[in-house]
């Protein structure tokens, strides 16, 4: 194999319990003095090391008992905050409503922004008419649902289905922290890993069409 290994080609995964060897490419053991203190004066910044405790509290206490719905709320009331924004697909915005109206019974403020927000026509900013035929001339704009969201200074953001790449523009622009509830795929009910399930099947049908 030409490619540097890393973790994804380790069938150790001794960084998680530190009871075997670690691989002669691990990452852990090849990581310099200054990155490691690099990371660890990130993490003693003060949201920071807060959030990595309060996420590290639900992760164990409500271990494969919450669902991710529920630990967002969980999430969110642990950080002490008020007002969460929802930054949703257009063709999610009923089950955004179902969430509004959890997170509103649960004492939260609500401010969701879809993604057609500012009904911006893809032609003017670059996108042909031939790719406009199945989804519609109205883009999708998640600098604007960042934007909106920011203006009305939400403390946490939830994504539910942004498309690839227009969710990575939302998490570019979003001041708030962003946490993904829903993650599009068209295909799988949104269930994007079910395709790596599938994983033989999956890479063979992948690697033909090469
Ligand atoms: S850090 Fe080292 S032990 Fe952990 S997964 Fe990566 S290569 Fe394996």
Redesign the pocket.
């Known amino acids: 194999m030409n490619e540097t290994r890393?973790?994804v080609d380790?069938g150790?995964?001794?960084?998680?319990s530190r009871e075997k060897e670690?691989?002669d490419?691990?990452?852990?053991?090849g990581l310099s003095e200054e990155t490691i203190e690099k990371v660890r004066h990130l993490y003693e910044e003060e949201e920071n090391n807060r959030v990595s405790v309060v996420s590290a509290q639900i992760e164990d206490e409500f271990y494969r008992e919450y669902t991710r719905v529920e630990e967002v709320i969980e999430f969110a009331r642990r950080m002490g905050y008020a007002k969460i924004g929802i930054a949703t697909c257009i063709g999610l915005i009923e089950e955004s409503r179902i969430l509004a109206r959890i997170l509103r019974k649960k004492g939260f403020e609500v401010y969701g922004a879809v993604c057609k927000i500012g009904s911006f026509p893809k032609t003017d900013f670059g996108v042909s008419e031939e790719y406009i035929t199945k989804t519609g001339a109205f883009m999708c704009n998640p600098i604007m649902q960042a934007e909106v969201l920011n203006q009305a200074g939400t403390e946490l953001n939830v994504v539910m289905g942004l498309c690839v790449g227009h969710d990575s523009l939302f998490y570019k622009y979003s001041e708030a922290l962003v946490t993904t509830l829903v993650a599009k795929d068209r295909v799988l009910a949104h269930n994007p890993v079910g395709a790596l399930y599938q994983a033989n099947a999956y890479y063979k049908k992948l690697t033909a069409e090469e």
């Open positions: 890393s973790c380790c150790i995964l001794n960084c998680r670690y691989p490419f691990c990452l852990t053991t």
